[in-house]
């Protein structure tokens, strides 16, 4: 019985001699590089020699949004993916609508979007977006053509507080063979206010302005609030709504969204 306690006692004596903080299979008197990372392969000194989590990632993102005046109602379904590597990101989207207005399509689907863009940082806690896409014409309406964007977003953080500012333009490829109607590029703007209340929740309020595509109609201008909060490092939601100031202008819209990342 002594005999097997000895035994028992060197081995729980080994155990407790073998030190290994960060859990990289190295212990801490060999370790060189301390703190490692779980998802990071390491050489017998403890150091990195491979990130186990990919470069690439994804995020897919479903939303709705309703939006009314006095004279009509829209609701649209949107569906958001989105791929990002290093500084590129690049997404595609699309929604679909179902309006109380007779129009030419009571319901259907909207263009689709794709996008690619990259993140620029010449100065501390200052980001530059540029952006461009092309715009396919999978709206169902006659004449519908492909269409171009280009775009350049900036975000300035102070601490908690972010200053944001935007400028958007779209070259429209649409034609009217009736002649009733001239089409406009668009050229927009938005300024804003964001503010990080926690490790977390994010809000921001926003101005945005921009010509309508047909030459007949005045420039929409929108204020908007935004909320985002991510649930964990998977799943996050947002919230948003916005008021129409011109007339032509749907006067108010409220949406969320429900995303995943991975």
């Not at 019985?1 to 801490?28: C, E, I, N, Q, R």
């Not at 900036?154 to 935007?166: D, P, Q, T, V």
């Not at 420039?219 to 919230?239: C, I, N, Q, R």
Request: proline residues 2%; charged residues 15%; aromatic residues 18%.
């Amino acid at each position: 019985m002594f005999k097997a306690f000895f035994s028992f006692f060197l081995f729980t004596s080994f155990l407790l001699a073998y030190v290994d903080s960060d859990m990289d299979g190295v212990p801490d008197e060999n370790d060189r590089c301390t703190n490692t990372p779980l998802t990071e392969l390491v050489d017998l000194s403890g150091c990195t020699i491979k990130k186990l989590i990919s470069e690439h990632n994804f995020d897919l993102v479903l939303g709705q949004s309703y939006v009314e005046d006095s004279i009509s109602t829209l609701s649209l379904s949107t569906i958001k993916m989105d791929y990002y590597y290093k500084n590129w990101s690049m997404q595609l989207a699309t929604s679909y609508y179902k309006s109380s207005l007779d129009i030419v399509n009571s319901s259907g689907q909207n263009d689709t979007y794709l996008s690619l863009f990259y993140l620029f940082n010449p100065l501390d806690n200052f980001f530059l977006t540029l952006g461009g896409g092309i715009v396919f014409p999978t709206y169902d309406v006659v004449d519908n053509n492909m269409d171009y964007t280009a775009s350049l977003y900036a975000r300035y953080k102070i601490e908690k507080w972010s200053l944001i500012m935007g400028t958007g333009y779209n070259k429209i490829g649409d034609i009217d063979s009736s002649n009733n109607l001239n089409y406009n590029n668009k050229l927009s703007y938005n300024l804003g206010v964001g503010y990080a209340w926690d490790n977390k929740f994010y809000s921001s309020l926003g101005y945005s302005r921009s010509n309508s595509a047909i030459t007949t109609i005045e420039d929409l201008e929108t204020l908007s609030l935004y909320g985002y909060y991510p649930m964990d490092k998977h799943w996050f939601a947002s919230v948003n709504y916005g008021y129409g100031l011109s007339a032509i202008n749907k006067r108010e819209n409220i949406g969320v969204s429900l995303g995943y990342f991975w």
